[in-house]
């Protein structure tokens, strides 16, 4: 009889247990659909705004007398393109890409564009080189690395922005125009996109080479921190 009335309650107890789990489960997928939906409507709305932006200074741009090279989208195009990528986030707020712009004056429109490409990628390396110190000095910190250690690291780091400069490969130009000024020299406006996570891991893979040729140690140290 005992044994029965065990049996009997555990089998009570699993259909409880078995219907809470489900209505988590469903509340769950629940949530997650409505911070889906919010995520949605969160994007749409700073698509919109930067839409709107985008068109406000396509008319800023054409009024200066910058026009588009030949082979490229439209500015209002170009502009919309850009704002968006500048407004894209993940669920956590944070950025999808990093963006870096620059204007440069040169005898003819290939120089200028050179000298206004390069330039921006020297900003894009100072953005991901500050990134990627953040994120090492809170992984050495959260990892109990040493004092030591977690200096050099960080030293390597802040000197290695030429070095990730010169690795950034994939950037995604978004907005090129120019103008012709009075004294027939062309002005080139340029903007750059890179993809933050492949920008970090390409920063992290250079400094993880500055590091071997000062220490392999040291370069061994910035493995165990999962990167």
Same mark, same amino acid.
């Given at each position: 009889?005992?044994?029965?009335?065990?049996? %009997?309650?555990?089998?009570?107890?699993?259909?409880?247990?078995?219907? %809470?789990?489900?209505?988590? @489960?469903?509340?769950?997928?629940?949530?997650?659909?409505?911070?889906?939906?919010?995520?949605?409507?969160?994007?749409?709305?700073?698509?919109?705004?930067? !839409?709107?932006?985008? #068109?406000?200074? +396509?008319?800023?741009?054409?009024?200066?007398?910058?026009?588009?090279?030949?082979?490229? /989208? $439209?500015?209002?195009?170009?502009?919309?393109?850009?704002? @968006?990528?500048?407004?894209? !986030?993940?669920?956590?707020?944070? $950025?999808?890409?990093?963006?870096? %712009?620059?204007?440069? !004056?040169?005898?003819?429109?290939?120089? +200028? *564009? /050179? @000298?206004?490409?390069?330039?921006?990628?020297?900003?894009? *390396?100072?953005?991901?080189?500050?990134?990627?110190?953040?994120? !090492?000095?809170?992984?050495?910190?959260?990892?109990?690395?040493?004092?030591? &250690? *977690?200096? %050099?690291?960080?030293?390597?780091? *802040?000197?290695?922005?030429? =070095?990730?400069?010169?690795?950034?490969? #994939?950037?995604? $130009?978004?907005?090129?125009?120019? #103008?012709?000024? $009075?004294?027939?020299?062309? &002005?080139?406006?340029?903007?750059?996109?890179?993809?933050?996570?492949?920008?970090?891991?390409?920063?992290?893979?250079? =400094? #993880?080479?500055?590091?071997?040729?000062?220490?392999?140690? /040291?370069?061994?140290? /910035?493995?165990?921190?999962?990167?």
């Amino acid at each position: 009889m005992k044994k029965i009335l065990l049996m %009997s309650a555990l089998a009570a107890f699993v259909m409880v247990f078995s219907a %809470s789990v489900n209505a988590q @489960q469903k509340a769950s997928r629940s949530e997650f659909k409505d911070n889906q939906k919010y995520e949605k409507t969160l994007n749409k709305d700073l698509q919109k705004k930067a !839409i709107k932006e985008a #068109r406000r200074e +396509a008319k800023v741009l054409e009024k200066e007398g910058f026009r588009t090279p030949v082979g490229k /989208l $439209p500015i209002e195009k170009q502009l919309e393109n850009s704002w @968006q990528k500048q407004v894209e !986030i993940d669920t956590d707020g944070n $950025p999808y890409w990093y963006i870096a %712009s620059s204007r440069a !004056i040169g005898g003819n429109q290939q120089a +200028a *564009a /050179l @000298q206004a490409t390069n330039t921006a990628k020297i900003d894009l *390396a100072g953005q991901i080189m500050t990134k990627v110190s953040q994120l !090492i000095e809170a992984k050495a910190a959260n990892n109990d690395l040493g004092q030591e &250690e *977690a200096a %050099s690291l960080t030293e390597v780091v *802040a000197a290695s922005k030429s =070095v990730i400069s010169a690795t950034l490969g #994939r950037t995604i $130009p978004l907005i090129e125009v120019y #103008r012709t000024l $009075p004294n027939k020299n062309v &002005e080139v406006m340029v903007t750059l996109g890179y993809s933050m996570d492949a920008a970090n891991k390409v920063a992290i893979r250079a =400094v #993880r080479d500055e590091l071997a040729k000062k220490s392999e140690d /040291l370069a061994k140290e /910035l493995d165990k921190l999962g990167y």
